[in-house]
T-cell receptor, first 111, second 114 residues
Framework: KAGVTQTPRYLIKTRGQQVTLSCSPI?????VSWYQQTPGQGLQFLFE???????NKGNFPGRFSGRQFSNSRSEMNVSTLELGDSALYLC??????????FGPGTRLTVT | GESVGLHLPTLSVQEGDNSIINCAYS??????FIWYKQESGKGPQFIID?????DKRQGQRVTVLLNKTVKHLSLQIAATQPGDSAVYFC?????????????FGKGTTLSVSS
């Protein structure tokens, strides 16, 4: 079975721009979650989607949003980028409330 | 807010030793816990999980222990190998609506010397 895939792997954006990251879960997995990883804050939960509905949400500002499509693929969007948004963005998928498998991440650099 | 913490940021062991990585969690309502391993440049890799109705679970060379009384998790790695060198994270699921929202600890860097 193919693992979780994320595109793009690397991205450089300028402050004020917006960005969209994509995640394809493992086949058969309906839950997709997004996490932000930084050296200072570690791994932080952004949100979880299940059957196209946001089921859980972390403590991030409204500039961070996401969606899930009928094929379980998910995208997350960050608007009005700030320097502090530079991070590794990780997507994870699971069948439901069970073991999550992570993708390799998208490295976002904001200049 | 509530968070999962780890006792030691680094752990150095010799090849062949047994390693124990500890973690304290704070949400007594959490019912599902996972250990992950993360190597440089990669996403976290699932190692083993445990639900709150268990106190011990074994995998291949790994054992997770859960002590709900003191809200403590540990990961034991038997016969540690150089390939086990990585950052290890514990995570607790605080998701609502039967969902998944993992709160991660800050990680323990395991270094294995041969």
């Amino acid at each position: 079975k193919a693992g979780v895939t994320q595109t793009p792997r690397y991205l450089i954006k300028t402050r004020g721009q917006q960005v969209t990251l994509s995640c394809s879960p493992i086949s058969g997995h309906r839950s997709v979650s997004w996490y932000q990883q930084t050296p200072g804050q570690g791994l932080q939960f952004l949100f979880e989607y299940f059957s196209e509905t946001q089921r859980n949400k972390g403590n991030f500002p409204g500039r961070f949003s996401g969606r899930q499509f009928s094929n379980s693929r998910s995208e997350m969007n960050v608007s009005t980028l700030e320097l502090g948004d530079s991070a590794l963005y990780l997507c994870a998928s699971s069948v439901d409330r069970d073991e999550q498998y992570f993708g390799p991440g998208t490295r976002l650099t904001v200049t | 807010g509530e968070s999962v913490g780890l006792h030691l940021p680094t752990l150095s062991v010799q090849e062949g030793d047994n390693s124990i990585i500890n973690c304290a969690y704070s949400n007594s309502a959490s019912d599902y816990f996972i250990w992950y391993k993360q190597e440089s440049g990669k996403g976290p890799q699932f190692i083993i999980d445990i639900r709150s109705n268990m106190d011990k679970r074994q995998g291949q060379r790994v054992t997770v222990l859960l002590n709900k009384t003191v809200k403590h998790l540990s990961l034991q790695i038997a016969a540690t190998q150089p390939g086990d060198s990585a950052v290890y994270f514990c995570a607790e699921n605080i998701g609502i609506q039967a969902g998944t929202a993992l709160i991660f600890g800050k990680g323990t860097t395991l270094s294995v010397s041969s």
